[in-house]
């Protein structure tokens, strides 16, 4: 699994090899740590995966501007979460090629192109879809319940938020006498704690988008139903 954002760090946990995840400014992911503790109740061959498919979520949140100093409106997370599954079909030559010649096209939307562009993700195969977003929805489920201990933390130390994972992270803007790596780990998982809030139920397989151009069809198993015969069909 190659990362752009995000670096790797093998270890043991229970006599089973793991590993964690390192940003580049050699900050852990302790999210990601968390779930890794998580995987290890599936086989060995499932936990590989499950990390593999949540350390990719991970780079292309951070890429996508999500971990950034300035937090991402509303609107903006939930384009990241929505254009995410979009973007494992379609892969990110095709993703991007079709941002860029949409002629309506609002330049809030450029992100995408870029994101993908730096990635380089090839289109995710149909038949890898349901364990890569199962993986998925786990951890957004566990980051959910870490945004909440956060907050009950920040509380704790007396930090003024509105209960919310988005108002942590505003708070947390601030200067607060907190050792930076708890301010770190606080802030990450407040924001992955908005992601998950976001994506409530879960983030599901796409649908097919009509394209134009030649090669433009990606999944040669399930194409799309033919309209022609919908009248029939119907009948």
């Given at each position: ?11 043991t946990r229970n006599g089973r090899k793991t590993y ?89 939307d450029c992100w995408l192109a870029q994101t993908a ?38 509380s704790l130390l007396g930090i003024e938020h509105n ?73």
């Amino acid at each position: 699994m190659s990362l752009k954002n995000l670096k790797r760090e093998t270890t043991t946990r229970n006599g089973r090899k793991t590993y964690r995840l390192h940003t580049l400014d050699g900050q852990e992911v302790e999210a990601f740590t968390r779930f890794a503790e998580f995987a290890q109740k599936y086989s060995p061959r499932t936990e590989k995966r499950y990390l593999e498919v949540v350390g990719r979520l991970l780079d292309y949140l951070i890429e996508a501007g999500v971990f950034s100093d300035k937090p991402l409106t509303a609107r903006r997370l939930n384009a990241v979460i929505d254009a995410y599954p979009t973007l494992l079909r379609d892969g990110s030559l095709l993703t991007s090629k079709r941002v860029q010649e949409h002629k309506d096209a609002s330049p809030d939307d450029c992100w995408l192109a870029q994101t993908a562009t730096a990635l380089r993700w090839s289109p995710l195969k149909p038949g890898s879809f349901s364990n890569t977003l199962a993986g998925v929805n786990h951890f957004l489920e566990l980051s959910e319940s870490l945004a909440r201990e956060e907050i009950e933390r920040a509380s704790l130390l007396g930090i003024e938020h509105n209960g919310e994972p988005g108002g942590l992270v505003k708070a947390l803007q601030g200067k607060i006498k907190v050792p930076s790596a708890e301010v770190h780990r606080m802030r990450q998982n407040s924001m992955l704690g908005s992601v998950a809030k976001y994506a409530s139920k879960g983030i599901r397989r796409p649908q097919r988008l009509p394209t134009s151009g030649k090669g433009a069809q990606q999944d040669t198993q399930n194409k799309d139903f033919p309209l022609e015969f919908l009248f029939a069909l119907i009948n």
